[in-house]
């Protein structure tokens, strides 16, 4: 494998399959998948990544905590780089020791990430497994980009968010035959959809706009960006923060004109009649009209009567993206929107209703026969404490404080030791100058990590761990009909280990060993997954090949079209809702719901409503007059391959998007360095002048390396130096990444 023979060879990630062409030991060029009809441009910077300056070399032990157990300097990058053995000795001493003094609920199991397409050495799995096999950890609930509708929607239509996400919704397929109206809150953006979890083989999101388009379906894209749609849908600008004012119009136009369909509401849901005098003004004097909603949302009122016209009159399908509940509030646009379907009396019909996250991954819309499997057992965690994943910080400043969390009133516990694996909080993470404080509480952070990132540079105990390109292991998403054999294609870069092995030499020092291991290496756990995932698509009647197949064929297609699709469960129910209830409380969609109104939370009561955010455009002040947007990045994902892109000339700092109005009363022309600051930090952009986005939003993507602590303005351009971190309400504790309110000035 490493001598100076020229191979090509395939592999998967999370942005879809390419080939990789090695020589002399790197990966020296990738190349499009074959099968691919619109294939990712991310693949490109992989060879510069994977060997970048920036590698962990070997394992890191940061000085000052070594010598006095420091927690103020981490961020200083001055570590002492032991063998293998003596830093897992040094590690495992130190995991006992916390866990022995005060417990396996002071250990916070961070990981959060999409360190790796691969099925066994999938990063979460492996940490979590691990952290179990010593007696257990405090675990999250919910992610960054949907932990605010895992908790608002199961009250609302009675599903597992995820689940309606991924098994209940219709296939692109099922709209293009049946939808006439495609109203997208937030877009649909094939961005976006160039990844998924575990990968997404054939990137087929644009090509389905075109058929939508081909059909002469209308497609309206509503929020502040042109570009969160394809091509040729009609924009419909709206102001950040303001949709659920919007759709609160939309309900009052078709109940005022006598477009209800009251029939579905009647049989259906529960707790239209509690809604409707809040809709109509009769409880606080304000009827959510059209001409109410205009100056909040920057839609004309017109515009707004003739929308709920035609969805009225059409197959309409109303879809909202995740940016939606991304922002303080953001419990709201979600349940109203699937209010604002069921007045439609659409929910159930095929191309109708309401769908969630489509092209916010590539896997939703798709058709296919769902097959799990392949999947590392995490084991039994002993300790019950958990916490909302985006309130981490708040979790290390406020040790043994009470917070409330979706009708439960809990205590944050005291964590003394962060486990971290295929993760990048410093870049995901809300208000980081913050979470940078927060981070010094505990009294250890160890981290896994192939790069130098902003994490691994504020860790006390750091491993190099291989990428997917330095191990073997096996490719296959549930949204996905193809599956890969992932072989080692390089030797691991400097001293790095596979976090399977990194976890195995924990667990032994800590006497939990064969528990962790079940006495299997690496390749006899694939080996073992395999044939359990083989055995299941058997009596599936999908056929698989044999492992040895799969590694001599590198990937496959799998049969994973069903000849019937089962019917969702929305179908089902509207079909028969006595006999196909929903798992809500009433059985139905709750319009008003009794469980939420009993929590007695005045940031989310008994039914949707508009609440204005803290930072919106409604509330812009002469210091910080612009609202700032922070969508996921083009050019990777998250901040993966970060590190190589930083090198590329232009690329950095970040770009940011800036009205031709707003930059003009700035002096900003396109290629600008700006700076773009408010209360909580400043940051470093490159402008770029446009149309295409509203009149006083700014949107600079999220991925860019934030710089060292203490630094009056991060350079690279990361715009969580500058997003606020609440949550989005008492119940959901999401993330409030898009409720943040900047100033830009030319540098």
Known sequence: MDGSDRQTRVTTSH?????????????????????????????A????????ESRVARPAIRRAWLDSRDRKGRGDGDYVTPPW???LDIAAQEIDRIRK????????????????????????????RFLNSIGGYVASFGSYSTGCAQSIMPHVLGENFLTLLYETQDSFATIAEHTETLVMFGGINPKNSQVSMGGITEHATAGWFDRFA??????????????????????????????????????????????????????HTTGFDRFRPYLMGETDGTPKTPDWAAPLTG??????????????????????AWSLQRQEHGEQPYWMSAVLAAMLGQIGLPGGGVGYGYGAIGGIGKDFRPLGGLTLPQGRNAVTDVIPVARVADM????????????????????????????????????????????????????NEPWWTATAQRADIVFPATTPYEREDIGRSPLDDYLFHMPALISPVGQARDDYAIFAGLAERLGAGERFTEGREAAAWIAHLYAGFRDGATAAGIEV????????????????????????????????????PLKTPSGRIEIFSDTIDGFGYDDCPGHPVWLPPVEWPGAATTEAPLHLVSPQPGDKLHSQLEAALADVEGARPETILIHETDAAARGIATGDLVRVFNSRGAVRARARVTADILAGVVALPTGAWVGPPGSNMDQNGNPNVLTRDVGTSRLGQGTSAHSTLVEVERL
Not at 45 to 52: G, S, T, Y
Not at 101 to 127: D, E, K, L, P
């Open 299 to 320: 839609v004309d009122a017109g515009r707004i009567r003739a929308l709920a016209r035609r969805m009225a009159a059409t197959r309409t399908l109303i879809t909202v």
């Open 545 to 580: 090949p044999t492992l040895e197949e799969l590694r001599a064929r590198n990937w496959v297609r799998l049969e994973t079209q069903a000849e019937e699709q089962p019917k969702p469960v929305l179908r089902r129910f509207r079909a028969d809702p006595e006999g196909a």
């Open 15 to 43: 942005w879809g399959a390419f080939e990789v062409v090695t020589e002399g030991g790197r990966i020296v060029e990738t190349r499009p998948f074959a099968q691919d009809p619109s294939p990712s441009a991310i693949p």
């Open 45 to 52: 910077i992989l060879p510069a990544a994977v060997h970048h």
């Open 396 to 447: 290390l400043l406020n040790p043994g404080q009470p917070y409330d969390f979706n009708g439960q009133r809990r205590d944050y516990p005291d964590i003394r030791l962060v486990c971290w694996a295929g993760g990048n909080p410093f870049h995901h993470h809300q208000d980081l100058n913050r979470l940078h404080e927060a981070w010094t509480r505990p009294e250890t952070i160890i981290v």
């Open 214 to 267: 081909a059909k002469g379906m209308t497609r309206i894209n509503i929020g502040p960006q042109r570009g969160d749609a394809p091509e040729g849908c009609e924009w419909l600008p709206c102001r950040p923060g303001s949709d659920a004012a919007l759709m609160l119009a939309l309900a009052h136009v078709m109940e005022e004109e006598g477009l209800t369909d009251n029939g579905f509401l009647a049989t």
């Open 85 to 87: 053995d003596e830093a």
């Open 101 to 128: 003094t005060h417990g396996n609920g002071a250990i916070y199991g961070g990981s959060y990430g999409w360190a790796s397409a691969g099925r066994f050495h999938h990063a979460q799995s492996q940490v979590h």
